[in-house]
């Protein structure tokens, strides 16, 4: 998956040279391009394109989109040539699917968590995404898929097979991340708001502080599971 198998750690949003070397610099095994046009994280394909030249063969390179057709997504691809596609709307298994087999990259898929009920979908997305990423599912009247800086009550992931692996994001930042991976037990996180100082301005010191945190948490987990 990534350079870090174990527990990659994701700095998602990023939008200029500064923050994407200070993620690089940071330890990040991916980095997120936003290509939702309503987020304030949001890039041009064009601009994407020189992040991820800057970014290639360092880390990984997640391209995030939204309810994007295959079409759409195939042309991205070969204007990014991301590592990985985060589908982050409502899109099916059967478009899932179909996006993998247009691009032929790995697919993330997002999944909203609210309630106990949202976790039944994770069934139906199995073995067709490559990956999984655990989400806050966004207020009503959100203009842009996410959490929106606020976290799901992670007590709701109790009950998940502990064999089954996902990344989680949802309002995490330096100050909790610790505490979401004691508590959910992750195989990955991915942080966006968290680590800025506006919304769409990436903060280089809170990027650091939130690898370290969360690459020490990993570290603890791993140690304790070997107990």
Request: proline share 7%; net charge neutral; glycine share 8%.
């Amino acid at each position: 998956m990534t350079r870090d198998d174990a527990f990659p750690i994701k700095i998602c949003g990023l939008s200029t040279p500064e923050t994407l070397e200070a993620a690089l610099a940071a330890g990040a095994d991916m980095i997120g391009l936003n290509f939702h046009p309503k987020s304030p994280r949001y890039v041009t394909p064009e601009h994407a394109a020189e992040l991820a030249a800057q970014a290639r063969g360092r880390t990984g390179i997640v391209a995030l989109v939204v309810d994007f057709t295959p079409q759409q997504a195939a042309e991205l691809a070969q204007i990014v040539r991301p590592n990985w596609l985060q589908l982050h709307g409502k899109e099916t298994p059967e478009q899932v699917a179909a996006i993998k087999a247009a691009t032929d990259l790995p697919v993330m898929k997002a999944l909203g968590v609210a309630n106990a009920a949202d976790l039944d979908q994770l069934a139906l997305y199995h073995g067709v995404a490559d990956a999984i990423l655990l989400d806050a599912k966004p207020p009503k009247d959100a203009a842009y898929p996410g959490g929106h800086g606020r976290p799901f009550d992670w007590g709701l992931l109790a009950g998940l097979d502990p064999a089954f692996r996902f990344m989680l994001s949802g309002g995490l930042d330096p100050a909790n991340v610790v505490d979401a991976i004691r508590i959910t037990r992750p195989a990955g996180v991915d942080v966006s708001s968290g680590v800025e100082s506006a919304p769409g301005i990436k903060d280089v010191e809170k990027i650091a502080k939130f690898v370290r945190a969360a690459r020490s948490a990993a570290a603890q987990l791993k140690k304790a599971g070997q107990a």
